[in-house]
């Protein structure tokens, strides 16, 4: 097997489809309230509850006996020793790690979750043994929101009810029930264990210990000739297993199956797209990142067009746009939808605006490729363009908190107390990067927005020249080569925010049309380059700045308020890549060096924190660790998309410059040379 990175920095993921996952470290030791083996969102992708936490395994050999796993404890202590024991550990297609144990034993253990019942399979398999060996697993039980902790309490039920080769146990009201299920043995013995330590929350600054129940114990004897040992974990509605026959032939054909849909998914690249594809009600949506995060309408837009739109899944690119044009309201988009059914909350102006992007791009492939028309009806069609229509008609008349078209052409947006745009940060009632006014980014995707709508409504063609050449007039620096963050600042006429962040490289990269172009978008392409780029991504802020923070580290006040001062966004390598090949003419040999620059570094970071996926955010100074979410939609979206669209080798169809008037496809990406 494929030897990775084993320590209790690095993780796995496993996802369900449906919003639920297991996860954990190579290591074996949990560090997070989220690592778990059974975690399944109870109204998809929302209302997620960690029902089992994890194990203790032990082996008894002739020699001895010894762990398979390892715990943390308080204050700092780490029992029993199993990850010394660790071998190797491979993530694909599934966490498989080997155990080497002192006396000569090898056992591996594999464990995956069944897509279509949200199910978690963990075998273990003796492949070396001087005669026959015991092993047992001790669970360790919850039952508790995700975001919370769990702490000894006299209202947890061990009352364990068996059922062939099922045992289930109901430990609140309210919670799923938890059924497991072997071909071993099982003896009931309820116990408390105490003082979880979670190293990554006390990192974070919050509360970092729990207590969890164990029921009892399960046992096999195995050899190297015999079956593995089986143990499946599911939540309501559980399946019964008359015996351990048919328990060992539901997991062959479940290992079976869900090996044959991995494969056909292509690469591990594809195989991690896929875990953010989950369920809302009867369609689809995008979560924006495990562990912590649900479906985010700002996340799913923009990590949708790699996810999605470059690797081919059109049909589901199709379906979550559909789902979410449902949910138009005044013209927005919610950016969030609450984990236990509250209002959605539509705090975001950039949200809609990239759906729209996003639609255009979809419609462009629809249009060129007749082979693919089948992934859209004419009433899919109508209802996308509705949204689209409903958007910009929304924004340009005014919506919530202050977005509108002013008389420039350009979109002014926020009041105070909100945070609209995706660089926006508050603690407290203290606003650490207020961006009212007229942001640079949103002017980018506004003008990308606008150019959909005029594909389907003409009256949108006299607004593209306004806004090019207000944005240009209003935003552009000389002196410095760069662009404004913010004009009209505070929606106060020719005021301006030079401040040297990243959103002004929307301008020339990242989405299908460039506002910027020629020698300026040159200039703003290497000032980004030599001021923000690193490995991981660009940096939030220039290091020229007072404000500017190395390392994203303390307690979550410290952390909210540095989130935008420097921290590193890996999404926002795709936006400068796009831009930095377009400045050097789209060539063939730009492409060629623009993938071994700037995306070799992103590729090895794909082994190093979350495997198979890129991280939320890193810190700005080297050694550029990674933090926030190991798992993010948006970053391995952009990263998928430099990979499979904007760095291809092989020629694209003629790209050409798009007129002010967008009679262009709008999907169809501009570089315009100086």
């Known amino acids: 097997m494929a030897s990775m990175p084993i320590d209790d920095r690095t993780e796995w993921l496993e996802t369900d489809g449906r919003g639920g996952f297991a996860s954990g470290t190579t290591a074996g030791v949990r560090t997070r309230r989220y690592h778990a083996l059974l975690l399944p969102a109870t109204t998809p992708p929302t209302g997620r509850m960690v029902l089992v936490n994890g194990v203790d395994a032990f082996v008894d050999t002739p020699g001895g006996t010894f762990a398979l796993s390892t715990q943390r404890y308080l204050p700092d202590v780490l029992h029993p020793d199993g990850a010394s024991h660790i071998a190797s550990f491979a993530a694909e297609p599934w966490p498989t790690w080997e155990f080497s144990l002192p006396d000569g034993t090898r056992v591996t253990q594999e464990l995956f979750l069944e897509r279509q019942s949200g199910a978690c399979w963990i075998a273990w398999n003796v492949t070396s043994a001087n005669g026959e060996v015991s092993l047992r697993v001790r669970p360790f039980l919850s039952g508790r929101d995700y975001h919370s902790m769990h702490h000894e309490n006299a209202a947890f039920r061990f009352d364990a009810e068996s059922c062939g080769a099922a045992v289930t146990l109901r430990p609140y009201d309210g919670v799923p029930a938890v059924t497991f299920a072997s071909n071993g043995t099982y003896q009931h013995d309820a116990q408390w264990y105490r003082n979880f330590l979670y190293m990554a929350e006390r990192e974070r600054g919050l509360d970092d210990s729990e207590d969890l129940a164990s029921p009892g114990l399960f046992a096999w004897r195995l050899s190297a000739e015999s079956p593995p040992a089986v143990l499946t974990i599911r939540h309501d509605p559980t399946q019964a297993f008359a015996n351990t026959r048919d328990l060992v032939g539901a997991f062959g054909a479940a290992r079976a199956t869900e090996r044959s849909r991995r494969d056909a998914l292509g690469t591990p690249l594809d195989r991690a797209a896929d875990a953010y594809l989950v369920q809302r009600g009867s369609g ?42 449902g949910a138009v309201s005044e013209g927005m988009l919610p950016n969030r939808f609450s984990d236990r059914g509250e209002q959605p909350e539509f705090n975001s102006v950039d949200a809609s605006l990239w759906y729209v992007v996003a639609v255009g791009e979809l419609l462009a492939i629809a249009s060129e490729d007749a082979t693919r028309r089948d992934h859209l009806t004419p009433g899919q069609r109508e209802v996308l363009v509705s949204a689209v229509q409903s958007i910009v008609s929304g924004y340009a008349a005014g919506t919530r908190y202050g977005i509108r078209m002013d008389t420039d052409g350009l979109l002014a947006a926020g009041v105070h107390g909100q945070q609209l745009t995706w660089m926006d940060a508050r603690v407290g009632e203290r ?26 409504d003409e009256r949108w063609h006299e607004v593209l020249p306004r806004i090019r050449a207000a944005f240009s007039e209003r935003f552009w620096n000389e002196s410095t080569g760069t662009l404004a963050d913010v004009v009209d600042v505070d929606h106060v006429r020719d005021t301006r925010d030079d401040t040297m962040r990243p959103n002004q490289i929307l301008s020339v990269g990242g989405l299908p049309l460039s506002l910027i172009y020629g020698a300026r978008a040159r200039r703003i392409v290497d000032a980004v380059e030599r001021e923000l780029l690193t490995p991981t991504g660009l940096r939030s802020l220039t290091p020229r700045d007072p404000a500017y923070a190395g390392q994203y580290t303390g307690n979550s006040q410290v952390r909210d308020a540095i989130y935008h001062q420097g921290t590193v966004w890996p999404w926002l390598l795709g936006p400068f890549v796009d831009g930095w090949v377009r ?69 694209n169809r003629a790209r050409r410059r798009t007129s002010d008037k967008a009679t262009s496809v709008p999907g169809a990406r501009t570089v315009e040379l100086a």
């Open 583 to 651: 400045t050097r003419g789209n060539t063939k040999t730009a492409r060629r060096q623009a993938r071994e620059q700037f995306l070799g570094p992103l590729t090895d970071h794909l082994g190093t924190a979350g495997l198979g996926h890129i991280s939320e955010i890193a810190d700005a100074d080297a050694p550029f660790t990674p933090r926030g979410c190991p798992f993010q939609a948006w970053s391995l979206g952009e990263y998928l998309r430099l990979d499979r669209l904007v760095l291809r080798v092989e020629p």
């Open 431 to 456: 606003e650490i990067t207020p961006r009212i006014g007229k942001p640079v980014e949103i002017q980018a995707l506004w003008y990308n927005a606008v150019a959909v709508a005029a594909t389907v």
């Open 284 to 325: 689809k949506t995008l979560v924006a990142g495990y562990p912590w995060f649900t479906d985010w309408g700002r996340d799913t837009f923009i990590a949708l067009r790699g996810l999605c739109l470059a690797t081919g899944r059109l049909a589901e690119a199709r379906n979550i746009l559909i789902e979410w044009a």
